[in-house]
């Protein structure tokens, strides 16, 4: 929901979506709802081949880009062109997000270096930075291959369900937070 300047409200469909009763955690996926996964899943490949291509083609700027690979997928809010060569040319991209708070968030930084290893797959090299431009208008700028933290926590989470233990946290009393039911 957005209050527009001239004071009417903008609704998105989503907001429908948020305010409906939370499903019963006990049901099973419907088929339709099978059928709405496949369809999303389409979208998204669909996305990332036409991100690569504008990537490839050379294109000043993609905005929401999908970057998507081995399972992971992402939505850059911005990948710039740069005058670095790649193996796309005399040019490369780095990954850029916004975000309204006052200071980059490490989640802001985590999801900026997975764009920018997507990045390296697709140009044949790692991003000199990338950049978080705050709500203030100030941006702040982080260099990925400081963050070697990335790749050691993405393989920890493909190697879970590979080690048999119990990959869901435990269950907790929502009213007395910290006991373990």
């Known amino acids: ?3 527009a300047d001239d004071g009417t409200l903008r ?3 989503s907001d429908l979506a948020n305010h409906l009763p939370a499903p019963d955690p006990a049901r099973r996926p419907t088929p339709a709802r099978g059928g ?4 999303r899943r389409r979208g998204l490949e669909a996305a990332a081949r036409r991100t690569e291509d504008a990537l490839r083609a050379g294109v000043e700027v993609v905005y929401q880009g ?3 690979s081995g399972g992971w997928r992402g939505i850059a809010d911005f990948l710039g062109r740069i005058e670095e060569p790649s193996s796309l040319g ?3 991209y780095e990954a850029w997000d916004t975000k309204l708070a006052r200071s ?12 920018s290893h997507e990045l390296e797959r697709i140009q044949g090299r790692l991003p000199e930075r990338m950049r978080v431009v705050l709500g203030s208008g100030r941006e702040e700028e982080f260099r990925p291959a400081d963050f070697a933290f990335f790749r050691r926590s993405r393989d920890r989470v493909l190697a879970a369900p590979a080690g048999g233990g119990e990959t869901y946290p435990w269950l907790v009393d929502r009213d007395r937070p910290g006991v373990e039911l």
């Not at 709405?36 to 369809?39: G, L, N, V």
């Not at 980059?104 to 764009?115: G, H, I, R, S, W």
């Open 36 to 39: 709405r996964d496949r369809f």
């Open 104 to 115: 980059a968030k490490p989640n802001a930084v985590l999801q900026l270096t997975f764009y």
């Open 1 to 3: 929901m957005r209050l």
């Open 66 to 68: 999908v970057l998507a």
């Open 11 to 13: 609704l998105p469909p």
């Open 90 to 92: 005399s040019f490369s």
